[in-house]
């Protein structure tokens, strides 16, 4: 009974390391973010739209696994990391590497046959500009935050396009929300896990420039954050509701980001600032569904 236990255990231990092999955390935001963008287009249908979030969640997963490979040797460096299926060797390389082909190869298909080749163009430049650019940046320059953030705003743009098949002002403002979100969420990261970025030779922010011009970033991106994140209403795409929560979440989230220059500031702030960061993101989507569904 003890074998039978054991090899059934076996190929749920693969499945949880492929799965993770994804960075399904991830994936869930993309695929939230990409709905959001699609609720909110112009023309809003059913169809495009689910294959857009399928799509989208498709190749994030994908640019997350390439990233993994990539960073095989350096993740057993970071105790947020080593215990990923790579860094801990319980996938090898090559099968890795085929799980990421197929998945980006299968996100393609499905946005290029269930939305438009526009979507599938800009899904396939994500990939390429997170595997490719960002992730070997990482390790030679801080500028890699910014430029990892703009793949990372893509989604809310793929399901934008998804259902307009056309780049134009209001999805424009939904991945411009995304990319000045992500600076202050990832400084955070960087701040209250300094030593495990330093290790791993990643040149973020505080290990390049230090904590102090760290907080500084993060406060002026927190405070950019609040007149973009008004894009929407500006260019008519949600209301006056969203426009005020936006508006509200935007102050509680600078006033979080400038507790960091208290004396008695530390990993805890950066630590609590992450989080706020998760809380206003979906915090806002949310504003901006209601606003569309009710006003």
């Given at each position: 009974?003890?074998?039978?236990?054991?090899?059934?255990?076996?190929?749920?231990?693969?499945?949880?390391?492929?799965?993770?092999?994804?960075?399904?955390?991830?994936?869930?935001?993309?695929?939230?973010?990409?709905?959001?963008?699609?609720?909110?287009?112009?023309?809003?249908?059913?169809?495009?739209?689910?294959?857009?979030?399928?799509?989208?969640?498709?190749?994030?997963?994908?640019?997350?696994?390439?990233?993994?490979?990539?960073?095989?040797?350096?993740d057993p460096l970071m105790a947020r990391t080593r215990n990923r299926p790579l860094?801990?060797?319980?996938?090898?390389?090559?099968?890795?590497?085929?799980?990421?082909?197929?998945?980006?190869?299968?996100?393609?298909?499905?946005?290029?046959?269930?939305?438009?080749?526009?979507?599938?163009?800009?899904?396939?430049?994500?990939?390429?500009?997170?595997?490719?650019?960002?992730?070997?940046?990482?390790?030679?320059?801080?500028?890699?935050?910014?430029?990892?953030?703009?793949?990372?705003?893509?989604?809310?743009?793929?399901?934008?396009?998804?259902?307009?098949?056309?780049?134009?002002?209001?999805?424009?403002?939904?991945?411009?929300?995304?990319?000045?979100?992500?600076?202050?969420?990832?400084?955070?990261?960087?701040?209250?896990?300094?030593?495990?970025?330093?290790?791993?030779?990643?040149?973020?922010?505080?290990?390049?420039?230090?904590?102090?011009?760290?907080?500084?970033?993060?406060?002026?991106?927190?405070?950019?954050?609040?007149?973009?994140?008004?894009?929407?209403?500006?260019?008519?795409?949600?209301?006056?509701?969203?426009?005020?929560?936006?508006?509200?979440?935007?102050?509680?989230?600078?006033?979080?980001?400038?507790?960091?220059?208290?004396?008695?500031?530390?990993?805890?702030?950066?630590?609590?600032?992450?989080?706020?960061?998760?809380?206003?993101?979906?915090?806002?989507?949310?504003?901006?569904?209601?606003?569309?569904?009710?006003?």
């Amino acid at each position: 009974m003890s074998g039978v236990g054991e090899r059934e255990r076996v190929p749920a231990a693969l499945l949880r390391d492929l799965v993770a092999l994804t960075k399904p955390s991830i994936v869930r935001m993309c695929a939230i973010t990409t709905a959001g963008g699609a609720w909110l287009a112009p023309g809003f249908d059913w169809l495009p739209a689910l294959m857009g979030v399928v799509g989208a969640s498709l190749s994030v997963a994908s640019a997350s696994a390439f990233n993994m490979i990539w960073e095989r040797h350096s993740d057993p460096l970071m105790a947020r990391t080593r215990n990923r299926p790579l860094a801990a060797k319980r996938i090898s390389t090559q099968a890795a590497m085929l799980v990421a082909s197929a998945l980006g190869l299968l996100s393609l298909v499905v946005l290029a046959l269930g939305t438009n080749l526009l979507t599938a163009g800009l899904a396939l430049l994500a990939i390429v500009g997170y595997v490719l650019v960002y992730t070997p940046l990482k390790y030679r320059t801080p500028l890699a935050l910014f430029i990892g953030a703009i793949p990372g705003a893509m989604p809310p743009l793929l399901g934008w396009t998804a259902i307009t098949g056309s780049i134009d002002a209001g999805g424009l403002a939904l991945f411009l929300i995304l990319l000045v979100w992500q600076m202050p969420h990832f400084i955070a990261i960087t701040l209250f896990r300094k030593a495990e970025f330093e290790s791993a030779g990643i040149r973020c922010v505080p290990v390049v420039r230090g904590d102090t011009n760290a907080k500084i970033q993060a406060v002026a991106w927190a405070a950019g954050l609040i007149p973009v994140s008004l894009l929407p209403t500006v260019f008519g795409v949600t209301g006056v509701f969203y426009g005020v929560i936006a508006g509200l979440l935007g102050v509680a989230f600078f006033a979080g980001s400038v507790r960091g220059f208290a004396a008695a500031s530390g990993p805890r702030w950066a630590r609590n600032l992450f989080i706020g960061s998760l809380v206003y993101l979906p915090a806002l989507i949310f504003a901006m569904a209601v606003d569309v569904f009710l006003f």
